[in-house]
Each structure stands twice: as structure tokens, then as C-alpha cells.
């Protein structure tokens, strides 16, 4: 007897919808940055004065101490007169990424010449990695999930996926290992959770770590906080949280991941609007994962997110120790960005494929840089009497 329900997706019509989303959104390619800060600082030692104004500014950044938001920078007058010879080099304009080659020493560059940008007129810590967004296709096989009972939880689906992908599979074993109980070396397992979420494919950790739950299954909702292995990853305890923060300024890799964080998540309203995109967002939440500022999900039954902190004994600094912690616990854009990704990740397995695929592609046409290109429309409306043509010969 005939159904009404419609079966899964067969593979050859999930790579047909892999192939029309490649249609209809072009990929931008990631290229080379065009001014990392280790080229830039290249440039800068061919230059006798800017090499000097470099390495004199550099001893400086070590003897001037990183302030906290509230409190003003105190520069020497001969740190100040290095970094006005820095002015004009390319230095001030450079950027890192996430995933390149010494990353750590990217950084470390962008925070000694960050003491120049910030001098004569304030600015606001500002990103060091260069914005950019790249969208990359889906390429998960999701009938091979066929080996699981139907009913499974989202959380084990996306498991098994990594699983199932030798890179994915490789790099969480290894986080695993660092991570457990019995072999807890916190700033091993940190260590390797970094390297987890950089270096396995978006889809893969974003699907591991943001993989929806039925709000009474508490089973999938414990998988997925235990997802980074908090148990050795969080502090013990409960550390103050501009403690926390004091730490992770200290280090070049965890500050730039905290000003990543609020430069992206900053809500401009309580519908939660971003400062940038949603996805930039969830990048720089997920890029916090492995650092000091380690944040998780709260219990097993919701998605609200916070620090593993408090800010008890705060003092006369309660007010900013509260806006610490609530940009990441009452935070809209980044509350908003969590459940957009979970409704894509939803739909990913809903059985009613050909429905489900164009509410997702409604959402991304509301960004102006995935819109269908202006040439694709223009390409298929030159292409239709053609075919027509050759459907009546």
C-alpha cells in the first residue's frame, strides 16, 4: 500500500541538491591574506628605522601592562615616539587567521603593534583575524547514518559522522584521550580541543557541538555538553570571572579570541540582531572553545550557554564582572545564532527533504552576500529556449 510519508533522501539527490546549492551560491575561495602580520613584520626588519621603532615598541608592550576596559594605558614618552615611526608601515594594518601556520606568532606581532594603533585617538580592541567567511558545501553522506535506529538523537546522528570521516574521527579521539578523567592534564586537553576546532570541518564540530535536542531528552542533551569533555576542559571550582578574563589578556592566542567574540557576538538589539553575521558569531564562540574563556552549555535541558564563573567578591567591579558574564549568558545574538544553526541542523534530517530545503535557503537569501548572483538568473533565462528547443526536435 502506498504512503504518505515521503522516504529519506537517496544519495543521488542529496549530491543534486549539493550541486544546485553550488549553482545557485558560487563558493567565494579563501586566498592568501593579503597582509599577515609575520609578511608585515618581514617588510618591517628591510627597514632600519622601522625595524628599530619595532623591536624599541616591542620591549615595550612587555613592560606596559595590558589594561582592563576600565582603566587607561599608561605609555612611556619614548614607547610613544616608537610608535609613531610605526604610523605608516603596513604593520598597522595587518591581520592573522585562524588556521595558518604559526598562528601564535601571527598574533603575538598584532599585539605589539597593537600598543601604535591604540595611541592618540582611542580605539576599541578590534579583531586581529582577517573577516572572512567562507561557505563550504555540505559533503556528509547522510545515508550511511542507515546503520542506526531510526529514532536515534541528533547528537549520536552527528557523532557518528565524525565518526565515519577519518580527520574528524582522528582529531576527537585525540581530544578525548587528552581529556579523560583518569589522564586530565587540563592544558594538554585545552590544547588539543583547539586543534579540534580548527582544524576539523565546520560542519563536522558545529554538528558535534550544536546538534538540537528534544527538550525532555536528556540523554542528547548530555552528550552535548559533554561534548568538550568540561570535566577536565572547565576550571575546578568556580574562579572569578574578571580573573578569568585577567588570565586570558595575558595570552596572546586567548585575548585575540575574546576580542573575536565581542567584536562578532555583540547584539545590537534584543531580537538578536549581530554586529556582523551569524555565522561569524558562532566562529568566534566556537574559537573561544580550548582557551581560558572555555564557555559551555548549562544543563542538559536547554541551550543557554555561560562561563564557568561567578562574580562573587567582585567588589566595587560587580557591575563589569556581570556584563562579562551576561554577554555570553543573556546574550541575544548569540542565543539567536546557536538555534538558527540547530533549525538548519533539523532540517538536515528531516525526511521531508524536498520541503525542508527551502526555508534554509530562504534564511540565506536574507544575507546579501549569499543572494543568488545577478548572472545565474540571467544565465538560465538564456539557457531555457535553447533547452526548449531541443526538448521539441
Known amino acids: 500500500s502506498a504512503s504518505n510519508s515521503n ?9 543534486s541538491y549539493h550541486l544546485f546549492l553550488d549553482l545557485i551560491y558560487p563558493l567565494p ?23 628599530a621603532a619595532y623591536h624599541h615598541l616591542n620591549s615595550c608592550t612587555s613592560s606596559v601592562s595590558t589594561p582592563l576596559p576600565a582603566q587607561e594605558l599608561l605609555v612611556p ?20 587567521h585562524r588556521r595558518m601556520k604559526n598562528q601564535v606568532a601571527c598574533l603575538d606581532v598584532y599585539w605589539t603593534v597593537h600598543l601604535a594603533r591604540s ?34 538523537d541528533l547528537c549520536l546522528k552527528f557523532a ?5 570521516n577519518d580527520k574528524c574521527d582522528r582529531l576527537r579521539k585525540a581530544y578525548g584521550e587528552a581529556c579523560s578523567g583518569s589522564r586530565c592534564q587540563r592544558p594538554t586537553c585545552l590544547r588539543q580541543l583547539r586543534a579540534f576546532f580548527e582544524k576539523a570541518s565546520e560542519p563536522h564540530s558545529q554538528g558535534l557541538l550544536l546538534c538540537p535536542c528534544a527538550p525532555a531528552d536528556q540523554g542528547c ?61 558562532l566562529r568566534a564562540y566556537m574559537g573561544l572553545i580550548g582557551t581560558a574563556m ?40 548569540l542565543m539567536e545564532a546557536i538555534a538558527a544553526k540547530m533549525r538548519f541542523h533539523s532540517q538536515l534530517f528531516s525526511q521531508d527533504w524536498e520541503d525542508s530545503t527551502f526555508p534554509v535557503m530562504e534564511r540565506q537569501n536574507k544575507n546579501p552576500a549569499l543572494r543568488p548572483q545577478p548572472w545565474v538568473s540571467s544565465l538560465f533565462f538564456c539557457m531555457l529556449p535553447l533547452i526548449l528547443f531541443l526538448s521539441l526536435w
Open 7 to 15: 522516504p529519506p533522501p537517496s544519495p543521488s539527490s542529496l549530491s
Open 221 to 281: 542533551g548530555q552528550r552535548r555538553r559533554n561534548t568538550i569533555a568540561p570535566s577536565c576542559a572547565l576550571p575546578s571550582g568556580a574562579p572569578n570571572c574578571l580573573e578569568l578574563r585577567r588570565v586570558c589578556i595575558s595570552d596572546p592566542l586567548c585575548r585575540s579570541r575574546l576580542v573575536d567574540f565581542q567584536t562578532h557576538c555583540h547584539p545590537l538589539d534584543i531580537l538578536g540582531t549581530c554586529a556582523t553575521e551569524h555565522s561569524r558569531c
Open 77 to 96: 614618552e619614548e614607547c610613544r615616539e616608537a610608535a609613531q615611526h610605526l604610523r605608516n608601515s603596513s604593520l598597522m594594518s595587518c591581520t592573522c
Open 294 to 333: 572555555t564557555p559551555n552549555f548549562v544543563s542538559n535541558v536547554n541551550t543557554s550557554v555561560a562561563l564557568s564563573c561567578t562574580c562573587r567578591g567582585s567588589g566595587n567591579l560587580q557591575d563589569e564582572c556581570e556584563q562579562l558574564e551576561e554577554s555570553f549568558s543573556h546574550n541575544p545574538c
Open 119 to 152: 595611541l592618540g585617538d582611542f580605539e576599541l580592541d578590534v579583531s586581529p583575524y582577517e573577516d572572512t567567511v567562507t561557505r563550504k558545501p555540505w559533503k556528509m553522506d547522510l545515508s550511511k547514518l542507515n546503520m542506526l535506529k531510526p529514532d536515534s
Open 29 to 51: 575561495t579563501e586566498g592568501r591574506l593579503m597582509n599577515n602580520c609575520i609578511q608585515a613584520r618581514r617588510k618591517c626588519q628591510v627597514d632600519p628605522v622601522c625595524s
Open 160 to 164: 557518528m559522522l565524525c565518526t565515519l
